[in-house]
């Protein structure tokens, strides 16, 4: 059983930037994909980004291309969202997840989940 904890959440102004790790229990990164997604409060949870294995392959919902980054580091089984330009409709419970497959951009294909972190930007 794969153990994922974020951390790095809190509250910024719009315009600021923070930076999400997700650490996992075992050696995981180098055999999972790991993705990135966000709850805000009274919606549905949505995709955010993903990246595959290896790393070569990075996948961003339309609302936060260019403004996010998504990356891991195998050795130390840490995945990371860096984001910027922070914006009011950011805020929510963020999640890491991984998934058995090289990547996935769907929800119900992520094996484990980490309990979430929250993110607060205000205006």
């Known amino acids: 059983q794969v153990q994922l904890v974020e951390s790095g959440g809190g509250s910024v102004q719009a315009g600021g930037s923070l930076r999400l790790s997700c650490a996992a229990s075992?050696?995981?990164?180098?055999?999972?994909?790991l993705g990135w997604f966000r709850q805000a409060q009274g919606k549905e949870r949505e995709f955010v980004a993903a990246?595959?294995?290896?790393?070569?392959?990075?996948y961003y919902a339309d609302s936060v291309r260019g403004r996010f980054t998504i990356s891991k580091n195998n050795a130390e089984d840490t995945a990371y969202l860096q984001m910027n330009s922070l914006k009011p409709e950011d805020t929510a419970v963020y999640y890491c997840?991984?998934?058995?497959?090289?990547?996935?951009?769907?929800?119900?294909?992520?094996?484990?989940w980490g309990q979430g972190t929250q993110v607060t930007v205000s205006s």
């Open positions: 997840a991984a998934t058995n497959r090289l990547s996935s951009l769907r929800e119900n294909e992520y094996d484990f």
């Open positions: 990246i595959s294995w290896g790393g070569a392959s990075k």
């Open positions: 075992e050696n995981t990164y180098g055999r999972y994909g």
